[in-house]
């Protein structure tokens, strides 16, 4: 299977969970249009207090449905958006991806990825004990986590559900995706 979008979501406001909506845009150097985190610097309520002149590496947030789908195997029930993610994909692993991959998608859209999503406490208030699933250590001992990944917007333009994705990976060495704030 192709990797593609399965559902786009956004929100105005500062909430946990984004809207599903029939199509974004996404503005180069910016994010979504209209949605809470879209900005050159950052608009994360809890990293603006640390330094609000930061530039935004967390312009888009990716969460692959796959997670989904191992997370209803463990008992937790999770839709499109609701983990705060403007573009779910399938077909792609994205925590996977290095640091500066860059993902097409539909006609005009690349992304570049900057980092992981930290899963904080709210996915707790979310559901109760799902952070504990979000989060685990691999056999090398470090830290997992699985909320998805964080990125630029490089071109802009329409995405929806449907639009399939294609991913051009930077030179090597290859950098593996960390949290930055």
């Known amino acids: 299977m192709n990797p593609i979008v399965t559902a786009v979501s956004s929100s105005a406001e500062h909430s946990f969970s984004k ?8 503005i ?11 900005g050159k610097t950052i608009k994360h309520i809890y990293l603006l207090k640390k330094d609000p002149s930061r530039p935004n590496l967390r ?15 463990k008992g937790f029930t999770i839709e499109a958006g609701q983990l705060g ?3 779910t994909t399938r077909g792609i692993d994205l925590l996977a991806l290095p640091t500066g991959s860059r993902l097409s998608i539909g006609d005009s859209v690349v992304i570049e990825l900057t980092a992981l999503r930290n899963p904080c406490v709210q996915i707790d208030n979310f559901q109760k004990g799902l952070l504990k699933a979000m989060i685990h250590r691999g056999e090398d001992g470090k830290v997992i986590r699985k909320s998805g990944v964080m ?8 995405i929806m559900p449907e639009d399939t994705i294609s991913v051009d990976l930077p030179v090597k060495p290859h950098q593996p995706l960390e949290y930055v704030w």
């Open 19 to 26: 809207q599903n909506q029939p199509f974004i845009t996404l």
């Open 28 to 38: 180069e150097g910016v994010g979504v249009e209209g949605d809470a985190h879209a």
């Open 59 to 73: 312009q888009v947030h990716l969460i692959q449905a796959e997670l989904f789908d191992e997370l209803l195997a």
């Open 85 to 87: 993610e403007n573009i």
């Open 151 to 158: 990125g630029i917007v490089i071109s802009g333009g329409k």
